[in-house]
């Protein structure tokens, strides 16, 4: 009987989970946790779509990696009984020192696609920016969310084009605008050139049989209404309703001659904050201060753009000895961890962005798995700072991190 009462005091069973993806789902105890589930749900073109990146996919590797190479300095005996990671960016405070990068076809993950990121961006009073090439519109995904909301452009080569995008981006209360500096022409992205792959997916043999392999992914994607360029659908050329492949949609739709000058005609144009997305060298960070941008993105696009480019973390602290304070900087690239965003603001990033780390969690779990992958991050943010011994963002500073340099 007392040994009974013994094991009864420290046998607890858990209620029964007989989905065995929902057990890996419960169980998933970081980002790489959620891509891994990702790569099971996804058809593996489309997983090495969102996974993938340019050519030997050195920059995508170095991104993560350049974190690893930074050690951290915690300090001991400060009290870190309330931590508030809170912020402010663009004059208005936000709850957590990242925004969701632009990820364009979103929806080749999960049918909900930008709509459950935009909803989990404003469940989590985080901004959310919305890509040019999105399969939900502009109107759709403001209409989910009441949360900030910012809009990421290309130059078109139609200008008239951009100039109606700018109009129902005001339309719907889109703060603030994202011009990606970093396509020139698409990046070659070796696993989708082997695999054929083309937005949206062309439905061949190949396509079928990994579709019966994951028909969790396939029964969403057959049950709702066909993924298209949302943005930019009143363009009949590329506007996703027939299949094509992303280099070719950009080539032709997207102005390679572009110089500061498209800058200059878009600030004029929009008149309201603009960021540049894809600065990746000191000298162009200090061009874009000049001519008086709210901010940049130190980005290679994930590593999808030009391989053998430096990794973000690398060029935050130069960068910022040369502009801080004159524009925000913002730090995309290799995010995983919440201690990586400590790193990044240590070393003088304004504030992060995340892009494969919510997106692995759409192609893990629609919603909720965007959600857990913000809570992973928030989690381990306030742990870092705990264990660093600060309790506000602001006490993030240079001294408790150190680089190889
Ligand atoms: C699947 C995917 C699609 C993307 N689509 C866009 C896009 O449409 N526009 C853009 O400016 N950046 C796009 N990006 C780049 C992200 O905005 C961001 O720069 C990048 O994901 C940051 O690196 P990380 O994925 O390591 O966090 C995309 C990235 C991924 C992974």
Redesign the pocket.
Known sequence: MGIFRNLQSVIRFRKPEFSRSRRRFDRAANIDDLRAIAQRRLPGGIFD???GAAQDEWS?RN??AAYSRIELRPRILRDVSVIDTSTMLLEKKTPLPFIL??????RIAHSQGELAVARTADKFGLVY?H????TRSIEEVAAVSSGEQWF?V?MWRDRGMLRDILQRLRACGYTAL?L?V??AVLGRRERDVRRGFTLPPKIGLDTIVDGIRHPSWTWDFIRNEPITFANVATDSRGSGGSAVSLSTYINEQFDPSITWDAVEWLQAEWNGPLFI??IQDTQDAVIAAKMGVAGI?V??????QLDGSPAPIDLIEPIAQLVQGQLTIIC?????RGSDIFKALALGADIC?????H?YGLGAAGEQGVVRAIEMLQDELTRTMALSGVRTISEITRDLVRTAR
Not at 101 to 106: D, I, K, L, N, V
Not at 131 to 134: E, I
Request: net charge positive.
């Open positions: 779509y969102i996974d995508a991104n993560v990068a632009p990820t364009g076809f979103s920016c890509s040019t090439l999105a990421q290309y994202a990606t970093d396509t997305k894809g993105m980005s290679n696009h994930g590593g999808r995309e690239g290799g995010i995983r962005a995340i892009g494969r780390a997106f």
